[in-house]
């Protein structure tokens, strides 16, 4: 493995980029003013096939998710710019749709493309980041710091990602604050799409918090495993702003397998282009 070296004011020669952003913390434990570190550290997607999207464009499933952004970029229909992500309970597939739908937003060339990891209690976002990162939302609001400072650029994407920093076991005050709403509000000026990744809104209230500084709740259930019961209690407790929709995760296929014959239909139409 090779270790890339970049020029920083303050490094020693050869310091690798990782060792040297370690100089930067000022004594109080916060960042020293005017370093991003975000940008001084290169970040990338990990390969995962979970990232369909990026990795499997012309499969059934990555056409599904451009859809789902084509129902939220309507001028005259939905068409918000902040969007929360939930689910009803864990295990529903809310971190996966969040991030191929901010995957399918910054796809586009013209503005870029925000997915936040708002999930404080069990951050997710990380783990399709290499390295993983140090600091996140979570640093922004209890220490007040520059967005430069966490918010990651990735490569070949108009998408930037906010991870959820550390973990915490009582984020309402973070997630209920204004320095939340001021974040939000610097974040509406700056990218067209945003994305909030959050905790599932039946056991945990930091979904609809959140959704006070959204246009729009999008909830996600999983088939076989959400119960129409619990699906209800879900869109029930949806009080911050206005339910956009429900995704249906995880589908299986129909007897017929229209999805199987879809799906041979993309992979050669999207051979056949290539070939031309």
Do not use: C
């Not at 009803?88 to 936040?116: C, H, Q, T, W, Y």
């Not at 922004?140 to 430069?148: E, G, N, V, Y």
């Not at 610097?186 to 799409?193: E, V």
């Amino acid at each position: 493995m090779r270790t890339k070296f970049k020029q920083v004011r303050g490094r020693r020669p050869n310091q690798p980029v990782d060792e040297a952003a370690k100089d930067f913390q000022a004594k109080d434990g916060k960042l020293a003013a005017g370093v991003p570190l975000a940008e001084i550290l290169s970040h990338k997607l990990t390969n995962s096939p979970e990232l369909v999207v990026r990795d499997n464009g012309g499969s059934f499933i990555a056409e599904k998710f451009r859809r789902l952004k084509s129902l939220l970029s309507v001028e005259d229909g939905l068409n918000p710019q902040v969007m929360v992500v939930t689910s009803a309970a864990p295990g529903e597939g809310k971190s996966l749709v969040a991030m191929n739908l901010a995957l399918a937003f910054g796809a586009s060339k013209d503005e870029r493309s925000l997915v936040i990891d708002a999930d404080l209690r069990r951050p997710t976002l990380f783990r399709w980041l290499s390295p993983s990162p140090n600091i996140g939302l979570a640093e922004l609001i209890s220490q007040d710091l520059d967005p430069k400072h966490a918010i990651l650029h990735i490569k070949d994407t108009r998408l930037d990602i906010l991870p959820a920093g550390k973990a915490t076991e009582d984020p309402d005050q973070l997630l209920g604050s204004n320095r939340l709403r001021d974040l939000m509000e610097q974040f509406r000026g700056r990218y067209k799409k945003i994305v909030i990744d959050t905790p599932p809104i039946v056991p945990f209230t930091d979904a609809d918090i959140i959704a006070g500084t959204s246009d729009g709740v999008l909830l996600i259930t999983r088939a076989g495993r959400t119960t129409i019961s619990l699906m209800r209690q879900a869109e029930s407790l949806v009080q911050g702003a206005p339910l956009l929709g429900i995704v249906l995760n995880d589908q299986k296929r129909t007897l017929a397998d229209w999805e199987g014959r879809y799906e041979s239909y993309y992979k050669d139409y999207y051979a056949r282009d290539r070939k031309q």
